[in-house]
C-alpha cells in the first residue's frame, strides 16, 4: 500500500533555530516528491518538488533532500522565524494513470519567540 | 494574482441540504481537483478533472458530484450532506494533470459544518 509517513507529529522550536523534519514513503513506482507548507486557515503553498535524480533542492531557507533508495526525504529549516509557523506536508507522486498524489498527515511545527 | 478562488469560505448546513462549493483559478490550467481535508489525516482526494470535459473518482467520491463547468471553473455538489462530510474542503489545479512535475496551486479552503 502506497504510504507516507512524517515525524515528528509536531515540534517546538526557539526563533533563530534550525531544524529537520522526517517524510518516509513506501510509493511505486515513484516520480516525484514534493513539500507544501501550509500556513493555519490556509491551502497548502509548494515548497520544492523533487525528481528520482535530485538529492537536494533549496527553497530559501527551506532545504529538501531526498534519498529514494531508503525512500526518506528530509526537510531542513534553517535560521527560523515566526512566520515559520505552519503544517509542512509532504507529497509523493506515483506514476499512474490521473492523479496519484499520496499525501502525508503533515508536521505541525511552531517557532516561538 | 487571484489564482485559485473558493466559495464560500464558511457554511454550515443541516443533515440532508444540499450545496455547491465553488472554485474557479485564472491560471489557464487544465486540470483540477477537489480534496478534503480532516483533523490528523491527510489531504484525501474527492474528483479530480484532468482535462475540460473530463471528470474521474478518486480516493473517497462517495456522497459527491462534480461538474467542470469550463476551463476554469469546478464546482462540488453535496445532494444530501451528512455529519461525516464536515471537513475542509480543497480546491486545487495544475497546467496537466498531477504527477507531473508541477506544483498544484490550492485555494484557501471551504470550511463546512453539518449539524
Known amino acids: 500500500k502506497n504510504q507516507v509517513e512524517q515525524s515528528p507529529q509536531s515540534l517546538i522550536i526557539l526563533e533563530g533555530k534550525n531544524c529537520t523534519l522526517q517524510c518516509n514513503y513506501t510509493v511505486s513506482p515513484f516520480s516525484n516528491l514534493r513539500w507544501y507548507k501550509q500556513d493555519t486557515g490556509r491551502g497548502p503553498v509548494s515548497l520544492t518538488i523533487m525528481t528520482f535524480s535530485e538529492n537536494t533542492k533549496s527553497n530559501g531557507r527551506y532545504t529538501a533532500t531526498l534519498d529514494a533508495d531508503t525512500k526518506q526525504s528530509s526537510l531542513h529549516i534553517t535560521a527560523s522565524q515566526l512566520s515559520d509557523s505552519a503544517s509542512y506536508i509532504c507529497v509523493v507522486s506515483a506514476w499512474q494513470a490521473g492523479t496519484a498524489l499520496i499525501f502525508g498527515k503533515g508536521t505541525t511545527l511552531s517557532v516561538s519567540s | 494574482n487571484a489564482g485559485v478562488t473558493q466559495t464560500p469560505k464558511f457554511q454550515v448546513l443541516k443533515t440532508g441540504q444540499s450545496m455547491t462549493l465553488q472554485c474557479a483559478q485564472d491560471?489557464?490550467?487544465?486540470?483540477m481537483y477537489w480534496y478534503r481535508q480532516d483533523p490528523g489525516m491527510g489531504l484525501r482526494l474527492i474528483y479530480y478533472s484532468a482535462s475540460e470535459g473530463t471528470t474521474d473518482k478518486g480516493e473517497v467520491p462517495n456522497g459527491y458530484n462534480v461538474s467542470r463547468l469550463n476551463k476554469r471553473e469546478f464546482s462540488l455538489r453535496l445532494e444530501s450532506a451528512a455529519p461525516s462530510q464536515t471537513s475542509v474542503y480543497f480546491c486545487?489545479?495544475?497546467?496537466?494533470?498531477?504527477?507531473?512535475?508541477?506544483?498544484?496551486?490550492f485555494g484557501d479552503g471551504t470550511r463546512l459544518s453539518i449539524l
Open positions: 486545487a489545479s495544475t497546467p496537466a494533470i498531477a504527477g507531473g512535475n508541477q506544483p498544484q496551486h
Open positions: 491560471m489557464n490550467h487544465n486540470s
